[in-house]
């Protein structure tokens, strides 16, 4: 069965840590994986897709098969990095094609 | 400005009432979808659709139901049937097939049965 696992539902770290949230997955197809992030009385917004192997202020994310995850990472978090982020792997399959699957998410606090 | 609305934001309902929730969206995508949103339980698919017309359940779908008459509407009614309404729902879109760019989501609507 397609899953999407965040272990944690809090991560706090001080401003200027390492920051890495944890995302596994669960899928017998191809997997096409995204990270949502939504910011206090904000939207929920896209933030980075493995696809594109791009960098969205300053986080970035490595998909590995063979560990079947998705970890979203920075170097250095900013206060401002504070939010709630969701991980979603999009299925692809007879009637689900294009619906992404959510984790249950993971609370990001950064202290400062 | 391209986006997606929901309406209304805040939304209070008696119980054994139905309510309907509004979701438009003028990005021209062929995709919507509704789900809840809950504390500690992520977000869970209620219904989806991929073209007019058509719509499938999702994961949650008891206790609701939805229509979708036009590609810009996608609204979504909250049963006396659904037994545990007080959520927070979130609409969402997508162009289909392969090459999407992920989901554009509405600001949601705060349901509260009183």
């Known amino acids: 069965a397609q899953r999407v696992t965040q272990p944690e539902k809090l991560l706090s770290v001080f401003k200027g840590a390492p920051v890495e949230l944890k995302c596994n997955y669960s899928?017998?197809?191809?997997?096409?994986l995204f990270w949502y992030v939504q910011y206090s009385r904000q939207r929920l917004q896209l933030l980075l897709r493995?696809?594109s192997r791009e960098s969205i202020k300053g986080f970035t994310a490595d998909l590995n098969k063979g560990e079947t995850s998705f970890h979203l990472k920075k170097p250095f978090a900013q206060e401002e990095d504070s939010a709630m982020y969701y991980c979603?792997?999009?299925?692809?399959?007879?009637?689900?094609?294009?619906?992404?699957?959510f984790g249950k998410g993971t609370k990001l606090s950064v202290k400062p | 400005d391209g986006g997606i609305t929901q309406s209304p934001k805040y939304l209070f309902r008696k119980e054994g009432q139905n309510v309907t929730l509004s979701c438009e969206q003028n990005?021209?995508?062929?995709?919507m979808y509704w789900y809840r949103q809950d504390p500690g339980q992520g977000l869970r698919l209620i219904y989806y659709?991929?073209?007019?017309?058509?719509?499938q359940k999702g994961d949650i779908a008891e206790g609701y139901s939805v229509s979708r008459e036009k590609k810009e509407s996608f609204p979504l009614t909250v049963t006396s049937a659904q037994k545990n309404p007080t959520a927070f729902y979130l609409c969402?879109?997508?162009?289909?097939?392969?090459?999407?760019?992920?989901?554009?989501f509405g600001s949601g609507t705060r349901l509260t049965v009183v």
């Open positions: 969402a879109s997508s162009t289909t097939g392969t090459g999407t760019y992920g989901y554009t």
């Open positions: 899928y017998s197809g191809s997997p096409e």
């Open positions: 493995h696809i």
């Open positions: 979603a792997l999009r299925i692809d399959d007879g009637g689900s094609q294009g619906n992404l699957i």
């Open positions: 990005l021209n995508h062929d995709a």
């Open positions: 659709s991929q073209i007019v017309n058509d719509f």
